[in-house]
């Protein structure tokens, strides 16, 4: 079987208009729930937002980390994970961004898909902007639309002079955003983002050999030094499995952090769009690193062939 995905940095499966199994991405610590790694997600039965919007349990907050390297944007029902916006500030060298997920109607779209999100209000011309549909059939992350935000994007504006919004995607089903204590919020955001920015160190000596170096290792034991750097050259890479048993697909992102691609059983196939300079954990069953890989430019497949590692033998009877 073989499936068709893409990476952009986030987002998640469209949950159905009751109940939903889904976790979300990370705020802070003490208000929602954090990314798992791989092989460690939980699913939790959450509100959709129709539902929750319902009971008008959603709200606006900002949260910055106790050290401040974490700053994020949400809209959502505290104590919860269930979120309908989330940005995070994003250093771009100098210039801070906003990553934004916003939970969408993704129909029968797949993971990648470019989409026009289109945002509108009273009073004031509508604001569009292009986005890839990203999080379908993922453990973590918002089902929706992920978009890459400046901190004067008109998007801002518009929601700053509005009670609420009114967004969709392309010809999707619209969908409305409450406002209500947004500017207050996107304020402190901002503010708190600008801070982070200015005192990022440099960033570290790239972990990914330009083209024509030689390679790097890419093992496992390099997990937590490895990350991805640019996209700039596109790859369309097929990964097979055809190992011993289950594997997991993650890509590395740009903070060296963990999104679940896909699991694949022994024989099956998924198709990634990707970028040279991105790197992929392969996991086993149990969410362990068994390989890492990173696209080759003209190289169109990649086989999973490393076994599983042996089970630890059991203590001696004494």
């Known amino acids: ?118 945002v509108s209000g009273i009073g004031m011309a509508p604001v569009s902007m292009p986005g890839e549909i990203t999080g379908v059939n993922a453990d973590v992350g918002i089902t929706g639309v992920a978009v890459r935000l400046g901190f004067d994007d008109p998007l801002f504006n518009l929601m700053t002079n509005q009670q609420s919004v009114n967004y969709h995607l392309d010809e999707g089903t619209p969908l409305s955003l409450s406002t209500d204590g947004f500017q207050e919020h996107l304020a402190g955001f901002l503010a708190a983002c600008s801070a982070m920015t200015s005192a990022v160190a440099p960033p570290p000596e790239p972990t ?61 196939s998924i198709t990634i769009d990707t970028y040279l300079t991105h790197p992929f954990m392969i996991t086993d069953g149990r969410g362990n690193c068994t390989e890492v890989m990173a696209p080759v430019a003209g190289e169109a497949s990649f086989q999973i062939t490393v076994p599983n590692a042996p089970a630890p033998l059991p203590n001696p009877a004494k």
């Open 1 to 118: 079987m073989a499936l068709n995905v893409s990476i952009l940095n986030f987002l998640r499966r469209a949950p159905p208009p009751s109940m939903v199994a889904s976790v979300f991405m990370s705020l802070d610590e003490n208000r929602f729930m954090s990314r798992s790694l791989p092989g460690l997600a939980a699913a939790l039965f959450v509100l959709s937002p129709a539902l929750a919007h319902a009971q008008g349990a959603f709200s606006w907050g900002h949260h910055v980390n106790f050290d401040a390297s974490n700053v994020t944007l949400v809209y959502g029902v505290p104590e919860t994970d269930n979120v309908q916006f989330f940005g995070r500030c994003v250093a771009e060298g100098a210039t801070p961004v906003v990553q934004a997920q916003i939970w969408a109607d993704t129909g029968a779209n797949a993971n990648g898909t470019p989409v026009t999100l289109t």
């Open 208 to 268: 990914m050999p330009a083209p024509g170096a030689p390679a790097l290792d890419l093992s496992c034991d390099r997990i937590g030094e490895l990350r991805s750097l640019e996209g700039v050259t596109p790859q369309r890479v097929t990964f097979t499995n055809q190992a011993d048993g289950v594997r997991g697909i993650v890509w590395i992102d740009y903070d060296g952090g963990f999104l679940d691609m896909g699991g694949l059983s022994p024989g099956e």
